[in-house]
């Protein structure tokens, strides 16, 4: 197999003293601008060398997005442009598919992830969001997703910032760890205690007040009428 036939810039010249940037991955979900603007940032110095960037892009792949840059010939790829609309064309479909509000307010932690991972993985997804979220809701809506115990917590909480929510958790998720917070100690305080004169009554799976109040005497039948007294006049008999 000719080396030379499977490279898209074979006869590249590398500068003297390059060395190839670090680039952040694409795997075919994130923004695609963001992608190639991130990557020309890189490649400053060296932009209007098409082929040093066409052969560098394929750095900045990984998984499918690799595959796809290694089955481009040269026919179709001859100038950087040529390669940044394709790769337009490809995964523009990701663009029309970005996540909305919606999306971020049905997110959940899943239960092998810390609260640090979860809130990595939102903020990530949060981005994409089109138009940009502001700080504000950003908060209110990473809040919204929170369940017990954390948003028990929460509730009240003066905290502003997305840093902010995160570190107030973490502190919340280590508290529950080392048994300093019981999972359940925020519900169990806020319930209402029962009246003195309160008895639960539990029946068919529910419970139902019953107010007890003191005994009634209760007389059946008619109640005796007061009896009167005989007339204690005594009768004098005339003699």
């Known amino acids: 197999m000719d080396a030379k036939e499977l490279s898209l810039v074979p006869d590249l010249v590398f500068p003297p003293k390059f060395k190839m940037p670090e680039f952040e991955k694409y795997n075919g979900t994130s923004c695609l601008e963001a992608h190639i603007t991130m990557f020309c940032q890189r490649m400053t ?5 098409d082929q040093l960037l066409i052969h560098c892009f394929q750095d900045s ?5 690799a595959k796809w840059y290694s089955q481009l010939s040269r026919t179709q790829v001859k100038s950087w442009k040529d390669l940044a609309q394709a790769f337009m064309k490809q995964y523009g479909y990701v663009t029309d598919i970005a996540p909305y509000r919606i999306t971020l307010h049905n997110m959940e932690k899943k239960l092998n992830e810390s609260f640090r991972q979860y809130a990595q993985r939102w903020r990530e997804i949060a981005t994409q969001v089109q138009p940009p979220l502001l700080e504000k809701e950003t908060t209110m809506l990473f809040i919204n997703t929170l369940k017990a115990p954390f948003i028990n917590h929460m509730l009240g909480s003066t905290t502003k910032s997305f840093s902010d929510i995160v ?8 508290a529950i760890r080392c048994e300093k ?3 359940g100690e925020s ?3 806020s319930a209402p205690k029962k009246k003195e004169n309160e008895v639960s009554n539990v029946n068919m799976g529910y419970a139902k007040p019953i107010m007890v109040n003191q ?4 007389v059946t039948g008619q109640q005796a009428l007061p009896r009167q007294e005989p007339n204690t006049k005594q009768n004098i008999e005339k003699p």
């Open 215 to 218: 005994p009634k005497v209760v």
């Open 45 to 49: 110095g060296h932009v209007n060398n």
């Open 187 to 189: 519900t169990r305080r």
């Open 181 to 183: 917070i019981e999972v």
């Open 61 to 65: 792949l990984a998984g499918a997005t």
């Open 167 to 174: 570190m107030f958790v973490e502190m919340i998720e280590n």
